[in-house]
């Protein structure tokens, strides 16, 4: 039997395990199975994930005699968007869906955002399994509930808040995963040490290269941590009224710097970005020193993470614009995730909008 770690999401009735190991495609049929309760699965995957995996996803189905169908759609952060959500549904209602019925979402973070949604609206709500296949959805966008597509507006803006029955995250996938998007990634892993986790955070600073060049071992270890600091936040404050905020650390600078980019930088990318100006806007209003600032800019650079916001003069008040949009906004006030020191984040909305001008100008 293969070595699997499990981490356990507890939400009452509606706990989930994220199952963490080597090689699971070869048997998700099995892990499926007392899921789906001898319903039907739709997989829902994207046209840039390898082939031999849907494949090995579909033998394991097959092998268990679960009867599976597929839907294929193009890669990247198009699809999360009103018109593939209708594509997806009109595909599903076609193929003949029911409540009995499980969705699988195999690949990355935008095709589990786009599954998960379509699964909590189509027939009223199915249940759905996540096997995320790059190290960012490992690690963050597949455990936690949050689905959804992008606007116009900004980014995830449209979603629901929809638990999956299962997270598979096996690490096998991401061996064919390009280097861009192994880096890109590990901002989320060293997100919830910058957050929460001091100790992992200086482990990562000793063992982040090698969790990023595919040392097994170590590998296992940042993303089951991760998991654990996610699940434990998320148990805690499911739907964001409080704690789980502190997730979005980099991520208001960051949704910004994407979409202003037309998604040209990944998600990952945008949010080292985020990350770094949020500790530069913490040592601005006195919140932490420099040195743990520069700990946190230092170990990004050193795993090739970009942290240099490339805007023009003329951003400033686009990105402002696409900040006081985000979702989080409560009464015209953005609620920053802002550190004391590593491992010690908290929230603030004191900042206004006339000293943000002040601190983004200081990157022009």
Known sequence: ???????????????????????????????????????????????????????????????????HSRIILPSGEKIKSFQYLEKV???????????????????????????????????RGVNYIQIPTTLLSQVDSSVGGKTGINSRYGKNLVGSFFQPQLVI????????????????????????????DRGFFSWLENNGSEVINHNKAKLLRAIKVSCQNK?????????EAGIRSLLNLGHTFG???????????????????????????????????????????????????????KLKKAAKNALLDIMFRDKKVRNNKINFVLIKKIGDAFLNDKISRKDLEKFITTYL
């Open 1 to 67: 039997m293969k070595k699997i770690d499990k981490v356990k999401v507890g939400l009452g009735s509606r706990s989930y395990n994220i199952l963490i190991g080597s090689d699971l495609l070869d048997i998700c049929g099995k892990l499926i199975k007392p899921i789906t309760q001898m319903g039907d699965v739709l997989i829902l995957t994207e046209n840039k994930v390898p082939n031999i995996y849907l494949k090995k996803v579909q033998r394991s189905l097959t092998k268990q005699k679960i009867i």
């Open 89 to 123: 549904l009109d595909r599903m209602l076609k193929l003949k869906i029911t409540r009995q019925s499980t969705v699988v979402a195999l690949g990355g973070g935008a095709i589990g955002d786009l599954a998960g949604f379509a699964s909590s609206i189509i027939l």
């Open 169 to 196: 995250a096996d690490i096998s996938t991401l061996k064919t995963l390009p280097k861009r998007q192994m880096i890109s990634g590990y901002s989320e892993i060293v997100k919830y040490g910058i957050i929460a």
């Open 231 to 239: 699940s434990k936040i998320v148990s805690a404050d499911e739907k």
């Open 255 to 309: 949704h910004a710097l994407e979409n202003y980019s037309g998604y040209k930088l990944l998600h990952g990318e945008a949010v080292s970005i985020g990350m770094r100006m949020a500790v530069d806007l913490s040592v601005n209003r006195k919140f932490c020193n420099l040195e743990e600032a520069n700990r946190v800019k230092n170990h990004l650079i050193k795993i090739g993470l970009p942290i240099q916001p």
